[in-house]
């Protein structure tokens, strides 16, 4: 069974870059026609999608989100990751990340991880 | 990029059927029948209940069904349960290779 986990710290200062990691197991992520991406969710708000990743590497991004967001892979550890800088606190929020089979549903999400942005 | 539009929330009593619209437009509902709807317990995580368009997982009961309609699609619940209180998401793929949620819709089961 495919299981994902959100690791990182739960709390940035303004201004600094969020990092996580999403450790995928039960399955690799150089397997084809999937896409792995990040989603957050804001306290009492609802969804946003944020990016995917390709397995042939390829990047794709939200709009409003693309000049500050980075999603990379990292094979070899069955890992890929999230960097977001010059956050604010309207980035305070559950971050999950996902499976995306092809360019249709996520089917498998990890639990998700909450990161507050504080001084 | 705009979020689809659903509803804040809507109700129904046990047995009932309810149905959440979620309106998007020709780049992402539209153009392509890649709609999916979750629902979320507070504090989970999403779990998929529908799949392009109208297809079940493995798993998810038969009274949950998805249609669609020009940039409109929808997610009938029938023969309502009290464990179907939740909030309720759709998402489409659009257009750039790109993703978009609606805001959600709370389902109350009176």
């Known amino acids: 069974q495919l299981q994902l986990q959100e690791s990182g710290p739960g709390l940035v200062k303004p201004s600094e870059t969020l990092s996580l990691t999403c450790t995928v197991s039960?399955?690799?992520?150089?397997?084809?026609?999937?896409?792995w991406g990040w989603i957050r969710q804001p306290p009492g708000k609802g969804l946003e999608w944020i990016a995917n990743?390709?397995?042939?590497?390829?990047?794709y991004y939200n709009p409003s989100l693309k000049s500050r967001v980075t999603i990379s892979e990292h094979t070899s550890r069955n890992q890929f990751s999230l960097k977001l800088n010059s956050v604010t606190a309207a980035d305070t929020a559950v971050y999950y990340c996902?499976?995306?089979?092809?360019?249709?549903?996520?089917?498998?999400w990890g639990q998700g991880t909450l990161v507050t942005v504080s001084s | 990029q705009s979020a689809l539009t659903q509803p804040a929330s809507v109700s129904g009593s046990p047995g009932q059927s309810i149905t959440i619209s979620c309106t998007g437009t020709?780049?992402?509902?539209?153009?392509?029948?890649?709609v999916s709807w979750y629902q979320q317990y507070p504090g989970k995580a999403p779990k998929l209940m529908i799949f392009?368009?109208?297809n079940r997982p493995s798993g998810v009961s038969n009274r949950f069904s998805g249609s669609k309609s020009g940039n409109t699609a929808s997610l009938t619940i029938s023969g309502l349960q009290a464990e179907d209180e939740a909030d309720y998401y759709c998402?489409?793929?659009?257009?750039?290779?790109?993703?978009?949620f609606g805001g959600g819709t709370k389902l109350t089961v009176l």
């Open positions: 039960g399955g690799s992520i150089s397997s084809g026609s999937y896409y």
């Open positions: 996902a499976r995306a089979r092809e360019l249709r549903e996520f089917d498998y």
């Open positions: 990743l390709y397995y042939s590497g390829s990047t």
């Open positions: 998402s489409s793929y659009t257009s750039s290779i790109t993703w978009v």
């Open positions: 020709s780049s992402d509902i539209g153009g392509y029948n890649y």
């Open positions: 392009e368009v109208s």
